[in-house]
């Protein structure tokens, strides 16, 4: 069985009288373990997918699964558990909270997973070492570069042991060197056995993925296998 | 998220926002401190009529006075022999519910010493032992006249304090028992002198070595000034010669006041005593009965009043508390829809995000709440060093938990409408939000 499985599935916005139909008919299959990119200019529906694969949002009509769950209809603690234990996401801008230090983001999901605090940070402790932010743990994001908020929005995504893990634009905010360092850290992920799925307009960081999903108005129009 | 995440991260919220969060505290600040100290002084007045009432003989006591007759009885007025000895024997033979009885006559004359002295006018009651317990005695010297002393006449005196030291000024009254005075010439061995009675304030003041002002009305003046000898004597010495046609039992009382044994029959009580009076004032209303009800009423419809206010000054600053707390929470959230947004992507549920900011906004009123407690202490301890009066205001558990009670509720009120709000924030939204 599929890790992701999407039949049909439209997301329609509304906006007055307008109707944007931000995704319009997606069938997509994606299986445990792939590495997969999704590609496309700005406006074509790329985030809207994301949020959609990601259980931030249900689809519009259509079907979808995701972990062996169908999640066209659920609701929002449903939707939330699914972020919690089944998925991680990395954003471009970091989304780090800048009153707690790094431990205590990396920690923040365990919170919401019900975890017991020793319990939390000797696995927020373990995981930040595994980024190599095992000496920062004490800093706030203000006193990172953006390369360790990256590695720590990384750290907080794997915190859960999610089997899904996502990107978007994750290096839009690097400089070059430290983005390909970024992307080394995913590759290594994906090695580990996670599902890794990035969303980027970049062609060079798409070809660096296994699975190439080009979008364009709502829909698929390409789809290249490395 | 659990409970004690939710308190971390309330207090953490707090802490970082120290000035807004002092602001937001203050209506609940006053709010508390203004309910406990309204509570605290009500309940001070309380105490302290209470206590004053019960020196004074409390409820329990009530004054058989006399009256005009009802027009329709004017004719049969004379047939009533008024207030005497009699209706004193017969309330105490035939009215259970009154445990004592305190006839007295009073005489205005002279009481001096022995050897010379200027005489001063004074004046002399003539009681049996009951007024003693009626007028709630205590003896500080010797002993206060018994049965045998009113049955035998016998020529003794008890002397309040005033006029002991009046008479004797470096003597203490130990030192008085089996001394004479004179009372309207004749002799008088003095066997007991009186506690000496003050307001709880001025024997403070005393202690403390402050001068007692003399302005002041003292409700104790007169039973300090008492000079009491046996009923018996009072008549046979003094008022048989200058009212020859009276018996001791028909002689008019210049006052009756009776006591009730059980307050919880006082209606029954009182009935009793008019029965009995019916009869020996043969069916005259030529009396009535003055209770201490009015009084009690007239004071706590005035303590109401000051608690009505007070709790009135702290309903609104509560409630303005309440407008300040959510206020500063529906701003808060405006601040944090961003990082609502980042929990809630990383798996918070709406009821995590409610939950967070209904706690932050309990701690911050719960906070609020003790600062208020703490403040409502250093203001009952400048009220106390003000207030002259024996109603020293009074903290209760009571109030204290009342007023937990009431800041936690604040909390919760104005927490749930922010807190609703922010759980219901969309978290692709959220997350863009700028
Ligand atoms: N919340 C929304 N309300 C209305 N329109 C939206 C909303 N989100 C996205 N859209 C529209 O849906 C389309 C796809 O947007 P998006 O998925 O953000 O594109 P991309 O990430 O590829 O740039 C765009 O036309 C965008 O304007
Ligand atoms: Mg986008």
Known sequence: MSLISLQGVTKVYRVGEQEIRALDGIDLRIEEGEFVS??????????????LLGCLDTPTTGRMEICGRELSGAGSSELARMRNREIGFV???FNLL?????LANIELPLIYSGLPTNE????ARKVAGEVGLGDRLANRPS????????????ARALVNGPRLVFGDEPTGNLDSATGLRILDIFEELNAAGKTVILVTHDPAIAARTRRIIEICDGRITKETLR | MNFIVAIQTGMREIGSHKIRSALSMLGIILGVS??????????????????????????????VVDKEPSAELFEFAVLSPGRTLR???AIQANAPLISHVSPELILKTTVSLENGGDPERRSVTGVIPGYFVIGMHAIDAGRFLTDLDVVRGSRCVVLGSTVAAELWPAVPATGLIGRRVLIHGSPFEVVGVLDRYEREEDKRARAEGRKVSSRRWDPFRSKNQAVLIPFATMFHEFLSGMFPEDSMHSIKLDAMPVRIGDLTRFPAALEQVRAVLQNTHRGVDDFDLETREDWFDRVESSVRAARLSGGLISAISLVVGAIGIMNIMLASISERVREIGIRLAIGARPSDIFLQILVESVLVSLIGGLLG???????VEVLKSISPTENVPIISAGGVFFSVAFALGTGLLSGIYPALKASRLDPITALRYE
């Open chain 1, 91 to 93: 954003f471009q801008s």
């Open chain 1, 98 to 102: 800048s009153r707690l230090d790094v």
């Open chain 2, 373 to 379: 407690i703490g403040a409502s202490f250093g203001l």
């Open chain 2, 87 to 89: 209706d004193a024997e």
């Open chain 2, 34 to 63: 203004s309910l406990i100290s309204t509570m605290a002084l009500t309940r001070g007045m309380e105490e302290g009529t209470r206590t004053f009432m019960q020196q004074l003989g409390g409820l329990e006591l009530v004054r």
């Open chain 1, 143 to 154: 006193q990172l570069s953006g390369g360790q908020c990256q590695r720590v929005a990384i």
């Open chain 1, 38 to 51: 999704i590609i496309g200019p700005s406006g074509s529906g790329k985030s809207t997918l994301m949020h």
């Open chain 1, 120 to 123: 939390r940070k000797e696995r």
